[in-house]
């Protein structure tokens, strides 16, 4: 059982798009979204995290939209530059008692050509 | 300022050999985490430790695989007798509290021959 899916499995942009990934989970005790990037042969490193209780949330380049009512959330690179070239995981974890345990989306791999 | 330290970073072992995977957490995080990540799938909750207790170990499979996090020194995790299936990379996690977001290390990758 996938709890959070994640689109598009590899995208491709050029130098100064917009990347756009895509995840929706299905378990509404969600309340916490985090982004992660991983460079290859290093760890998932933190990205942005967002909260039900706003739609967006933005920092520098990287923002993130929140739809609660449709189980959705998005990341949206502005700008994108070759060094963004990175797999990422979006990611999701409950409230209360399992709030550590964090469910990762399959993961995108983003290549920004010159 | 020393982040999230795993040792060794790749690991060769044969089919029926233990593997041994150790964590250091970053300064000041007394909580742990262990994930496993197969090729080309996101990272899979395995454990989730406090100091000398074991607090969710849901994610972890029932034999074979056990995990400690001592009073003194870096967390375990140790696989006995390995299987192929075991091949992947093991990420250790840590976090100064269980609500505060988590601090990733660069891995152990695990291969099995």
């Known amino acids: 059982q996938q709890q959070v899916k994640q689109s598009p499995q590899s995208l491709i942009v050029q130098k100064g798009g917009i990347s756009i990934i895509n995840c929706a989970y299905e378990?509404?005790?969600?309340?916490?979204f985090p982004w992660y990037q991983q460079f290859p042969g290093k760890g998932p490193a933190l990205l942005i995290a967002?909260?039900?209780?706003?739609s967006e949330k933005k920092e520098g380049r990287f923002t993130i939209s929140f739809n609660k009512s449709a189980k959705q959330f998005s990341l949206h690179i502005m700008d994108s530059q070759p060094g963004d070239s990175a797999t990422y995981f979006c990611?999701?974890?409950?409230?209360?008692?399992?709030?550590?345990?964090?469910?990762f989306g399959k993961g995108t791999l983003l290549t920004v050509n010159p | 300022n020393a982040g999230v330290m795993q040792n060794p970073r790749h690991l060769v072992r044969r089919r029926g050999q233990e593997a041994r995977l150790r964590c250091s957490p970053m300064?000041?995080?007394?909580?742990v985490y262990w994930y496993r990540q197969l090729p080309e799938e996101g990272l899979k909750f395995m454990v989730y430790?406090?100091?000398?207790?074991?607090?969710?170990e849901s994610g972890m499979p029932k034999e074979r695989f056990s995990a400690e996090f001592p009073k003194e020194g870096p967390s375990i995790l140790r696989i006995q007798q390995v299987v192929r299936g075991d091949s992947a990379a093991y990420f250790c996690?840590?976090?100064?509290?269980?609500?505060?977001?988590?601090?990733f290390g660069d891995g152990t990758r695990l291969s099995i021959l």
């Open positions: 996690a840590s976090s100064p509290s269980r609500d505060q977001p988590q601090h």
């Open positions: 378990n509404t005790a969600f309340d916490y």
């Open positions: 967002i909260r039900p209780d706003v």
């Open positions: 990611a999701a974890s409950g409230s209360g008692g399992s709030n550590y345990k964090l469910t």
């Open positions: 300064k000041g995080h007394s909580h």
């Open positions: 430790l406090q100091k000398e207790n074991i607090i969710d």
